[in-house]
């Protein structure tokens, strides 16, 4: 017994709602998509997991953050497949694969074939299991991949308010997860191995800044070691964390947030793995032409840095999807995805973005005893990389696009005295290009010695301007 479509999409987050949006904007007919889902519920906006769903007043819930509202676009409601003729196969594992015979066989033993598969399967939490530790299963030991991690953390923290909480991570998860348990009033105390938190983004300066923001609010931070062992009580609940440098750390709670892998098993053997995910081309194409991978799972052609990345964040999942739905609807009018890598955090009042590459050097910028400073990465002589934190959607969109410009910068001192007002500069009107080793990048040069050019030029201007004036003055009494 089984079922066939023309498209089927397996996995059932944010990539898959952006795509089916997607689908029924360029017409594709009722009864010819099918996504199927591990999860009991329609795709939703997996940020909010972390954010309004922990807190304590007001919380976020479904179907309020259903995609894809994060987009500022249609919430897709389970009412909104049915009208839109869109199969959703929840709450249910596909087990197996096969691309050559173009089928999917689910656990309940159904097989659902297709013409066109797109691959969305996403990543999972790292378990403790996989570093040769044990106690996922204790009842206040937390991950958060899912609603249903959300929903177990949500009750665990109702238990626990007042008491002690050890995050395990110092990444996106633990970062945004201890902000929500300080809200709920919870102590907390992190623990990772790295020097700072956010370490494979944030440069030691910045981390500073976002360490000091949570220690004013109560968080311990314990750098620089890893959980050995839990201490477990006879109900079998955590009570301790033990690290590897000799500490133990008391709690009530613990959250862990370690890292993800990409779902790929269902595939190896079958389609081609690059960076730890199924490698597709600049079409989101994998090595199969009936399969297409995106989000979290797909490791595509970065065109502005010309490498192959794989990419963990929400902003890639929507438009990959998109862009994915669009070169197989309309392949011919579609041109290879030209992404912007992008990446954003909002906890306690902060907020900051990035965009491009955290490679080269280094060139930090405005008031990091107040509220809105930045950084840049300069590499091979080019802009690659912004970060902002307090910034207005103006100025979030002027260094996004200074990035994707990636102007020569030849003066570090006199970007770094320019700060953000550089990135503005370069976003307020569009830039010539000229060609470059075979490359068209923008023309602009930031460079010191333009600009004794440019204060000589301004005297003069200033000069012949008061000239005229004196002249025009003096022919206007004549007249």
Sequence with gaps: MGRAFVYVIVGGGVAAGYAALEFTKRGVPPGELCIISEEPVAPYERPALSKGYLLPEAPARLPSFHTCVGANEERLTPKWYNEHGIELVLGTRVKSADVRRKTLVTATGETISYKILIIATGARALKLEEFGLSGSDAENVCYLRDLADANRLVNVMKFCSGGNAVVIGGGYIGMECAASLVINKINVTMVFPEAHCMARLFTPKIASYYEEYYKSKGVKFVKGTVLSSFDMDSNGKVVAVNLRDGNRLPTDM???????????????????????????????QSSNSSVYAVGDVAAFPLKLLGETRRLEHVDSARKSAKHAV????????TDEFDYLPFFYSRVFTLSWQFYGDNVGEVVHYGNFSGTTFGAYWVNKGRLVGSFLEGGTKEEYEAIAKATRLQPVVEDLAELETQGLGFALAVSQKPLPSTPVDGKTVPGLVLGKSLYPLHVTAGVILAASIAAFAYWYGRRRRRW
């Design 254 to 284: 613990v959250v862990v947030g370690i890292g993800i892998r990409p779902n790929t098993s269902l595939f190896e053997g079958q389609l081609t793995l690059e960076k730890g995910g199924i490698k597709v081309t600049g079409r989101l």
């Design 326 to 333: 669009a070169a197989i609807m309309e392949p011919d009018k």
